[in-house]
């Protein structure tokens, strides 16, 4: 059997509740889907100057919670090659954030993409304080009808567990209304929650946390459908 590894872009912490949860996550989905599924903890400050062919070794990559991460532009440049690269990416909480940033820097043309947890005086950053900060709280999200993440749920909303303080900046949240990268479940405020990149075969981006599912016992379908898809990465 074909094994299917997964690269975690992040600082692995213990202390860190999605980092305890993640492992058990993938574990959970490796086992529903009957498959062999391995991961490795990529730390972003050897991500950098990490190999091109160690980079590409990877079948799919979910960039973690945990920011600030030990090197922003190590973690922007393994999410850059997943994006350029066709390979599947999820991103959650700061994973998500990050995300962002690399897209505002190489699609939208910002020069400087900052980030307000690390740059709190920016005057326009892409990622900026959430009005309500959303830690240790649920909230229902709202799936655009026909988006990729509603197929994957199999529903137009759900109910999901965040520990967030960061989201993207109004002026950024506005340019998602419309592809390739765009929003695809705002919470029931009209609030940017979730975004997917349109033509890419996997490109998730959600501001909480499906992980923690595992820490209940259950897999997460959002979770399973990303180690599926880098499964069917690696049979092409």
Not at 104 to 121: F, L, N, S, Y
Not at 175 to 204: C, I, K, M, N, Q
Request: proline share 8%; charged share 20%; aromatic share 10%.
């Amino acid at each position: 059997m074909t094994t299917t590894r997964v690269g975690l872009i992040g600082d692995h912490d213990e202390t860190i509740t999605a980092h305890r949860a993640i492992p058990r996550a993938l574990a959970l989905s490796r086992d529903a889907l009957g498959i062999a599924c391995e991961w490795d903890w990529l730390h972003t400050g050897s991500l950098p100057d990490f190999p091109h062919d160690r980079l590409a070794s990877y079948d799919g990559f979910w960039a973690v919670p945990g920011t600030p991460y030990a090197s922003a532009p190590g973690a922007i440049r393994a999410i850059r090659f997943a994006r350029e690269t066709g390979r599947p990416f999820l991103g959650t909480c700061g994973g998500f954030q990050h995300a962002l940033l690399e897209y505002a820097e190489a699609v939208w043309g910002v020069t400087r993409p900052a980030h307000a947890e690390t740059d709190p005086d920016a005057v326009d950053p892409v990622i900026a304080p959430l009005s309500c900060g959303l830690v240790e709280t649920t909230g229902d999200i709202v799936f655009r009808p026909g988006s990729r993440i509603a197929s994957i749920y199999g529903a137009l909303s759900t109910t999901e567990t965040y520990h967030c303080r960061y989201g993207p900046g109004a002026k950024y949240a506005a340019r998602l209304d419309a592809g390739p990268l765009r929003a695809s479940g705002p919470d029931r405020s009209g609030e940017v929650r979730a975004v997917e990149l349109e033509g890419h075969p996997f490109y998730v981006g959600t501001l909480y946390q499906p992980e923690r599912f595992a820490l209940e016992g259950r897999a997460h379908p959002l979770v399973t459908a990303f180690v599926d898809a880098a499964r069917a990465g690696r049979a092409r």
